[in-house]
């Protein structure tokens, strides 16, 4: 599975922007998607999950992102998106999406994920 990430930038505090990971599976629709990041000097972090369409596409949120941060798939476009809103300078990391074969719970861990991209660079200027 190829995982591919896009959309990033630099942006001003405030400001949104939307990634987009397209996936090569053709089992995409039974997929966990995640988002984590990475930030300067950091260690790699949880963001959003939505889990497969066959356990209902429910969205998870780090504390830090929730209320900012939305997470959505389209399975024809075998697509995860990442719409952020509210930037902050907090937020600037490079962004990694994951997916895992659907398993219950655990969203956040990164070891249970078992494809990555290559990660888009998001700047948030302040």
Excluded at 15 to 38: E, I, Y
Excluded at 58 to 65: A, E, G, N, P, Y
Aim: aromatic share 12%.
């Amino acid at each position: 599975v190829q995982l591919q990430a896009s959309g990033g930038g630099l942006v001003q505090a405030g400001g949104s922007l939307r990634l987009s990971c397209t996936s090569s599976a053709s089992t995409f629709r039974n997929h966990d998607m995640g988002w984590f990041r990475q930030g300067p000097g950091k260690e790699r972090e949880f963001v959003s999950a939505i889990s497969s369409s066959g356990s209902g596409a429910s969205q998870r949120h780090s504390d830090s992102v929730k209320g900012r941060f939305t997470i959505s798939r389209d399975n024809a476009k075998r697509t995860v998106y990442l719409q952020m809103n509210t930037l902050k300078s907090e937020d600037t990391a490079v962004y990694y999406c994951a997916a895992r074969s659907h398993t219950a719970g655990y969203y956040f861990r990164s070891d249970l994920y078992n494809y990555w991209g290559q990660g888009t660079l998001v700047t948030v200027s302040s």
